[in-house]
């Protein structure tokens, strides 16, 4: 069932009045019928933290006080060093690697899948970090759990297509075939820009569509400078 966000706002508050207190993410999930896919679906990233302030609660501080955000990419990029790739979501929980990959999305808001591209965003500028942005950007299939890599075949890509001054990103297993769509529908002609191959394309385009929010004209649409394109066009694969 679909739940929109003044529904799920009511059933926490509902929730808060039964408990007589704030309910933690586990026990709202549990005990009311909001589920936390339905949940994401309403807020987007940091979920529960957005369902909080939206009650007018405060979320509850990081159960690792005194984290930075720069710790978590540090770590990050350490890991990659050490394994010079990738590793997946599974692979960094087998390790028992901290922080662990909820860690990052209740502390960052980022899905696994774009752990990666924040971390080439934080890291652009320090250059103790270049050889794992170069990692990061080569896109290499992952490392398995016993060190082995997982040849693993992307499902879609996610396009980055010019027309006229605007630019358009979305996701398409025949991004062809959506150029010619895209065509169909605008006066201008389409230019496809770059692909990216993921197998997550609903994370990597998420991704992007927050980074260029404040550039959104209308829909898939995006006024974007050439430091936004150079940026987008750094990325080859992801998985």
């Keep these: 069932m679909a739940y929109s966000k003044e529904d799920i706002i009511k059933e ?35 979920t529960f933290s957005k369902i909080q302030r939206s009650a007018g609660d405060e979320p509850r501080q990081f159960a690792t006080p005194g984290r930075s955000k720069d710790e978590f990419f540090e770590a990050y990029g350490l890991a990659v060093r050490q394994f010079q790739c990738l590793p997946t979501e599974a ?15 209740r502390k960052l808001g980022l899905s696994w899948s774009q752990v990666p591209h924040a971390f080439c965003d934080w890291a652009v500028d ?4 270049q050889d794992v942005v170069q990692l990061c950007n080569s896109g290499c299939a992952p490392e398995g759990p ?30 062809g075939r959506r150029e010619y769509e895209v065509a169909l529908q605008l006066p201008e002609e389409p230019r496809t820009v770059h692909l990216i191959k993921t197998d997550d ?15 959104r004209t209308r829909g898939e ?8 394109v150079r940026a987008f066009k750094r990325w080859k694969q992801i998985w």
């Design 12 to 46: 926490y508050k509902k929730l808060r009045t039964r408990l007589g207190r704030p309910p933690d993410s586990k026990t709202f999930y549990r005990e009311t019928p909001v589920s936390k896919r339905a949940a994401e679906g309403a807020f987007g990233g940091d």
């Design 201 to 215: 394309a609903g994370g990597v385009e998420t991704y992007w569509y927050n980074r260029f929010k404040d550039k």
């Design 146 to 175: 016993l060190g082995k890599r997982i040849a693993k075949e992307p499902a879609e890509y996610v396009y980055l297509i010019k027309c006229g001054r605007f630019h358009k990103i979305g996701r398409s297993n025949s991004p």
């Design 126 to 129: 320090r250059s103790k970090w």
């Design 221 to 228: 649409f995006f006024e974007l400078s050439t430091d936004d």
């Design 91 to 105: 692979d960094w929980n087998h390790r028992m690697i901290k922080p662990t990959p909820s860690g990052y999305r």
